[in-house]
């Protein structure tokens, strides 16, 4: 019944405090609807009600008008597979992010949740208990809800002030295409041997509209090297929807693995993926389990800094949308081998942080919107005559 499943919090969220991120809670787990709800609103944000199912959430949503959905995918009566379009309908703009727990089902569904238009995923401790151990998945969800929250705020204007108003910067201007020109490289204009792509919050569907604008005929002419911060078993799946959508062999990178033209890998969730060989001369995939770096495993630099050591200035390289600055090590010790790197742009970017760090350090020998990377790329791979 409707009495027992839909809750919202007892210090009046409901109607919602001004200045304050709304959050709407669905999943069919009353312990993690629980401690959710807890977690959420000791950060400070506005748990406006919890949900046992979609259709309680839908029906919550139009008395909440919350700026961050938090949706479970398996639950009762309508999954969160098909409570996502009909809240993008309700309330476009409407943040959401799936919830799932860690299973090859459940992160092709996530995948295609974010086609559909949820802003990113997060993976779930398997149990009860882990979710209520899990520091790493509080600290995440936490961070989530904050940047998206502050994204849909940038949508509905400035908000009121106050003290529990969480500040939000001003809109992003829309960048004009920068032209693709590319700075003058120490080492002198080699080819690219290789195409690199870095990547976080908001990547999966901008790696694959980037590789499905390059297009499978220049995508043969070198390897692709990707850095997408993902969790284990969601690399993997994520590999497999960029083969089927750009008609180019794609898997995670093995251990050993030569790196061939014509072929996608993808860094495996939770190890870093490293080159090794001779600079100049055929190289291979090695994986390792080292600390994280930026916090992260697998981490963007660790890539990019072998690749400028083991081929310099034939390196190409994109940073796209991502929390933190991961990357930015990478680009420096790239640029300064005399590769080139082009960063996407804040107001096509679900997160501006890791192309922004790059652009502000000066890195980036071009800004784009994201519909013109990848044409910006064809053109710089075809015309060199790689």
Request: aromatic share 4%; charged share 20%; proline share 9%.
């Amino acid at each position: 019944m409707l009495a027992a499943t839909a809750t919202t919090p007892a210090s009046g969220a409901a109607a919602g405090a001004p200045g304050r991120i709304k959050v709407l809670i669905a999943d069919d787990s009353a312990v993690v609807r629980g401690l959710v709800a807890r977690w959420i609103g000791e950060a400070g944000f506005n748990v406006v009600g919890t949900a046992a199912n979609g259709r309680i959430a839908l029906e919550m949503m139009g008395r909440s008008d919350p700026d961050v959905v938090l949706l479970d995918i398996d639950m009762p009566e309508l999954d969160g597979t098909q409570a996502l379009p009909l809240m993008l309908a309700r309330s476009p703009g409407l943040q959401v992010v799936m919830m799932s727990t860690l299973t090859t089902r459940n992160a092709d569904i996530s995948l295609k949740c974010l086609a559909l238009g949820a802003v990113d995923y997060l993976a779930k401790p398997e149990s009860n208990r882990g979710v209520t151990t899990s520091d790493a998945f509080r600290s995440e969800l936490v961070e989530r809800v904050r940047v998206f929250g502050a994204a849909r705020a940038r949508r509905r204007g400035p908000a009121p002030a106050g003290p529990s108003a969480v500040p939000v910067p001003a809109p992003a201007a829309a960048r004009p295409a920068a032209p693709v020109a590319l700075r003058p490289k120490p080492r002198g204009g080699l080819p690219p041997r290789v195409l690199l792509i870095g990547s976080s919050t908001g990547g999966p569907r901008a790696v694959g509209e980037v590789l499905e604008k390059i297009g499978a005929p220049t995508l043969r002419k070198l390897p692709v090297l990707i850095v997408q911060h993902m969790p284990p078993v969601f690399t993997a799946v994520f590999a497999e929807h960029l083969g089927a959508r750009t008609g180019i062999p794609a898997a995670e990178g093995k251990m050993d693995e030569p790196v061939l033209p014509g072929r996608i890998y993808v860094a495996p969730g939770g190890r870093h993926m490293r080159l090794a060989g001779s600079p100049g001369r055929d190289l291979a995939i090695r994986l390792d389990d080292g600390p994280a770096v930026n916090f992260c495993r697998p981490a963007v630099d660790v890539l990019f800094q072998d690749a400028a050591a083991l081929y310099g200035g034939a390196t190409l390289s994109v940073i796209l949308t991502g929390m933190g600055s991961d990357g930015t090590n990478g680009a420096r010790a790239l640029v300064e081998a005399g590769g080139a790197v082009l960063a996407q742009d804040e107001a096509t970017s679900t997160v501006w942080g890791m192309p922004g760090s790059v652009a502000k350090a000066g890195l980036a020998q071009a800004v784009l919107p994201l519909p013109e990377i990848g044409p910006a790329l064809r053109t710089l791979i075809a015309g060199s005559g790689a």
